[in-house]
């Protein structure tokens, strides 16, 4: 049995219980989570969401990409959240490498060097005033208002804020 | 008082149980899901993931873009994870407009047409097999044998494997 037969099984628990079939498509709470895909961190759990709060978009590193910024805007424009929480954490991976390193090690092995920015960084709070400072600076996220960074510790269990 | 602050409030709680501060860095189930950010869609809950388990990558429709390969790219790669779940649902925005529409409001609003397309779709299960796909053709992914793509019912709680 796979890993993926076994989530399945979980699946179809939650579907028996499931009486949350009626909830609108804009977020309640009006907020977009943009966080690390980090398995420790448990989006919902650590900021007490409950289905239909909040969108929350995870990336490799919570990093403010092209795509993130789709999501965003998305988000934004047509579901109307006006708060954005950026989550990155300590221990994370993309503190690991650097993103020449990685693309390098993609081209030996396949012979294809990604057009794409790994997106790995080495100062955990200097990365997150990056996001922010990117989202500031997007021309298609229109509400900025609200838009703070975080730092979740892995250890901890605590987020801080990056100012 | 925000929405910011009150979901901050949540996390002080959170940290305050917290007892799981020595997970290691490589998610212990060894999956990557790839879903809708939509708000009604709960990962953790819906395929009763906990913290430490699994990488969950999120974006506006759950697609396959580059930023979903190289999240997918430093999971397998760096992270050890072997299997790919994909997760669309029903009622999901991304089918309620164009990638057309999208970028030319967005243009019409900020004088700037983005340079990224919007990832919305017409069929919900051709998508799913289009991000299939898309995965399965990328030189960047090095384990494919088991990436399996689903359709949530934002109704009935339900996951529908698409084949």
Known sequence: MSVTDELLANAELYARDFDKGHLPLPPARGVAVLACMDARLNVYGLLGLT???AHVIRNAGGAVTDDAIRSLAISQRLLGTREIILIHHTGCGMLTFTDDEFRTRIEEETGIRPPWAAEAF????????????????????????????????VEKGTLTEVS
């Open 51 to 53: 289905e239909g709060d």
């Open 122 to 153: 080495s100062d955990l709070e200097r990365d997150v005033r990056q996001s922010i400072a990117r989202i500031k600076a997007s021309p298609f996220i229109p509400h900025k208002d609200s838009v703070r960074g975080f730092v979740y510790s």
